[in-house]
């Protein structure tokens, strides 16, 4: 999960009445006063003494008064907290598990249409976006590369990969290059980067133009500049994801403005954002949360992204899970992610 900070935690009377406030809140939606919050809290406190407690949370930022209401309602800030130490978290349940089992089962034979039906499960069993990322291509080493010079500012790459497979793509250059530039340039290649997987390499020279820009003569600045501009496209990851059931999100109320339902369809548009944000959970350690500032994008700010990542043979080649409104079940939602991700996973591997 997102790092938890060192902001000041309340009490156990101050923590339990938050749990219940944001159960609550929740549930219903509607700011919670101190009257709902005597009785379901179960504790023997006067409604003076809770409006006490509510004060104490309020300065702390878990929670706020809207203008319009005397309730609370939780904060980010307040439901970070509530996620990573507060909630209990229910083990999905047998009818959930056998849903998700069967329609994994059915379509474990075709890779894609399992993705799709993963992505559009995670929306009906939750009532928000289910997204998926399409796998990871698996790493591809260079063992050789080659530049032909073409007309009209052209040059064939041939790269020769893994063992012994053959791209071919055509570069677009600024300006015409020379048989004996070209052949520098694939010696320089073949050299220093034979061997390494082609993200690496398109790294180690986007690295190399950098650090001796100053000192390296310009003929051979712009054989490397060639050299790195053909490990572009071979190096792109499959860039592609699957997203179900963004209309869902019209149903909250707290996401149903125009504006902010213009802003996310957009945002689910543009690949870059939504991949950015899963590419932050590639690497991590089971489920990730981020609360509505957290994502790092604006329009995210109402939203909470629920997700895990899912592997096969120890390597992360995914991410799956939900997009929903800050005010969503934590306590259902995050265990259906993850175990989703490790039904995934055991589909995957049984298919590889």
């Known amino acids: 999960m997102s790092a938890e900070t060192s902001n000041p935690v309340p009490n156990d009377r101050g923590q339990h009445l938050l749990r219940v406030l944001i159960q609550r809140y929740i549930r219903d939606g509607q700011p919670v006063g101190s009257r709902t919050l005597s009785k379901d809290a179960g504790l023997d406190l006067s409604p003076a003494t809770i409006r006490n407690v509510m004060s104490d949370l309020e300065e702390m930022g878990l929670v706020s008064a809207p203008h319009t209401s005397a309730g609370r309602i939780p904060t980010p800030k307040g439901y970070r907290l509530f996620v990573d130490t507060l909630v209990r978290y229910r083990t999905p349940g047998d009818g959930d598990i056998r849903r998700i089992r069967a329609q994994i089962r059915d379509e474990s034979d075709n890779p894609e249409s399992l993705l799709g039906a993963v992505s559009s499960m995670l929306s009906d069993i939750t009532s928000m976006a289910g997204i998926v990322t399409v796998p990871r291509a698996p790493k591809v080493k260079l063992r050789q590369i080659e530049f032909l010079p073409l007309s009209e500012n052209r040059v064939l790459v041939i790269l020769v990969v893994n063992d012994r497979e053959v791209q071919n793509r055509i570069l677009h250059t600024d300006r015409e290059y020379s048989a004996s530039e070209l052949q520098q340039a694939q010696n320089f290649v073949n050299e220093h980067y034979a061997g390494f997987d ?74 870059r954002v939504i991949l950015d944000l899963l590419d932050r959970s590639i690497n991590a350690n089971g489920v990730q949360i981020f609360i509505g500032e957290e994502s790092g994008y604006r329009i995210f700010d109402g939203c909470s992204v629920i997700t895990a990542p899912y592997r096969v043979d120890e390597d992360t080649i995914g991410v799956l899970g939900v997009i929903g409104p800050t005010r969503m079940a934590y306590d259902r939602v995050v265990p259906i992610v993850d175990i989703t991700a490790r039904l995934l996973e055991s589909a995957l591997s049984h298919n590889s």
């Open 198 to 271: 082609l993200a690496e390499v398109r790294t180690k020279l986007l690295e190399d133009l950098e650090s001796t820009r100053d000192s390296m003569n310009r003929t051979m600045h712009d054989i490397i500049s060639v050299a790195q501009s053909a490990m572009d496209g071979a190096t792109d990851p499959n860039n592609k994801y699957m997203v179900a059931g963004e209309t869902k999100l019209m149903d909250f109320a707290e996401l149903s403005n125009v504006d902010t339902l213009r802003g996310l369809f957009d945002a689910f548009s543009r690949k």
